[in-house]
């Protein structure tokens, strides 16, 4: 199966930055789309930032200008870097992957086990 793991969450004050990281793992023969969400308490589930295999970004709008997302292929890795953060950027935020597994026949979404970012005022 996939395994997909998130890390680098924590707790900072407001203005500062973290940078999150997620590797996908087992036998995957090919990763397409890769991205950020976050869920806020009381909120639905939405989406921070995605990038293409080819490269192509999306940002949410609320996040636009501070956060930037990029990967690494041949880690199977993507990344968030946060900068100027706010509390409202507080939420856990979850790695979504779209991959091909060996022997399957279509790509599936996997999904991290999500990392918790608190922004302090």
């Known amino acids: 199966q996939v395994q997909v793991v998130e890390s680098g969450g924590g707790l900072v004050r407001a203005g500062g930055s973290l940078r999150l990281s997620c590797a996908a793992s087992?036998?995957?023969?090919?990763?397409?789309?890769m991205g950020w969400y976050r869920q806020a308490p009381g909120k639905q589930r939405e989406l921070v930032a995605t990038?293409?295999?080819?490269?192509?970004?999306n940002y949410a709008d609320s996040v636009m200008g501070r956060f930037t997302i990029s990967r690494d292929n041949a880690k199977n890795t993507v990344y968030l870097q946060m900068n100027s953060l706010k509390p409202e950027d507080t939420a856990v935020y979850y790695c979504?992957?779209?991959?091909?597994?060996?022997?399957?026949?279509?790509?599936?979404?996997?999904w991290g086990q999500g990392t918790q970012v608190t922004v302090s005022s």
């Open positions: 979504n992957a779209e991959a091909l597994p060996y022997l399957h026949i279509k790509a599936y979404s996997f």
């Open positions: 087992g036998n995957i023969l090919r990763i397409d789309a």
């Open positions: 990038i293409s295999s080819g490269g192509n970004t």
